[in-house]
């Protein structure tokens, strides 16, 4: 038998917990989880539930308190700073619900951000940003900025942003939240394409059941532990 591969990301036995005053919080209580290369996954919750929690751990802007939370293999529990980061740019693409474009920058230049800070040269940048831009329908929108943009528009720019570094794993927080349900849909058809044609794990935070209904598995999350994932059986 060959080897099992390495998961996009591993998260076990994992705890957030936070001080606020006096009060501890306990956000996460305990998550393990683990979501492979390819795969389309919704994590679903009420707020407060602790899903936007998880996002920030698994993507690596926050960590966890205890447990153990691997990205491509390489454990980041105990990682610094600067590590982390090397590890967010290398392999996790982000799309935020506000799309998080620079305002004065063109889609161009906002798409191939994440490669100024891998130290990719201008003409190199600039080949894969106008490719990432084409492959999710805006080639002919490099040049405009974000106000010249419908709010689909944004954020399908904000997904080719998260894409140009060919990441394995795609991150989603409510990324149909500002957009109407024609624009929603548009996007949500291009995650389902990205990960069916290019095998990117695509992980979605929605509380939309019509969005995680789009996924092929969904992990209910309730009071920081996970209720349900659908691969695995109630917990």
Known sequence: MGEQPVPALEAVDVTRTYR????????????????????YVAIIGPSGSGKSTLMNLLGCLDRPTSGVLRIDG?????????ELALVRNASVGFVFQSFQLLSRTSALDNVALPLVYRGVGRSERVEAARAALESVGLGHRVDHRPAQLSGGEQQRVAIARALVGQPRLLLADEPTG?????????????????????GVAVVLVTHDRDVAARARREIHVRDGEVALDTATGVL
């Open 178 to 198: 500002n957009l109407d349900s024609r624009s929603g849909a548009e996007v949500m058809d291009l995650f389902d394409r990205l990960n069916g044609d290019r």
């Open 20 to 39: 606020r005053g006096a009060e501890e919080v306990h956000a996460l209580r305990g998550v393990s989880l683990r979501i492979d290369t390819g795969e």
């Open 74 to 82: 390489r454990d980041v529990t105990g990682m610094s700073d600067t």
